[in-house]
Nanobody, 121 residues
Framework: HVQLVESGGGSVPAGGSLRLSCAASAYTATSSSCMGWFRQAPGKEREWVATLYIIPRYARYADSVKARFTISKDNANNTLYLQMNSLKPEDTATCYC??????????????WGQGTQVTVS
């Protein structure tokens, strides 16, 4: 059963921090070779933020968040995290967790969560 549930969104002032969590079902966590975060601001297209490749473990980030955001995964509880520091108003968006498989060296995100709102003022 594929399930991804995000949490941790909220409202923070510019310069603040938030940590998003994405709880994955055991099936999703074990069957996915990559997991990532996307976001969508009002009136804009969905934007890729970061992806974590499981084996070998390495992360990739969008230029807009590099050095400010960190993606990580706790295997013990099947949870993906996104630590967001130095938040800017332009980071305001609904953030989505996604999971999938690596195909031709890139992550094909096939499964999605329902989203969590991040607002930076």
């Amino acid at each position: 059963h594929v399930q991804l549930v995000e949490s941790g969104g909220g409202s923070v002032p510019a310069g603040g921090s938030l940590r998003l969590s994405c709880a994955a079902s055991a099936y999703t966590a074990t069957s996915s070779s990559c997991m990532g975060w996307f976001r969508q601001a009002p009136g804009k297209e969905r934007e890729w933020v970061a992806t974590l490749y499981i084996i070998p473990r390495y992360a990739r980030y969008a230029d807009s968040v590099k050095a400010r955001f960190t993606i990580s995964k706790d295997n013990a509880n099947n949870t993906l995290y996104l630590q967001m520091n130095s938040l800017k108003p332009e980071d305001t968006a609904t953030c989505y967790c996604a999971a999938g498989a690596v195909k031709f060296g890139r992550c094909q995100h096939d499964y999605w969560g329902q989203g969590t709102q991040v607002t930076v003022s």
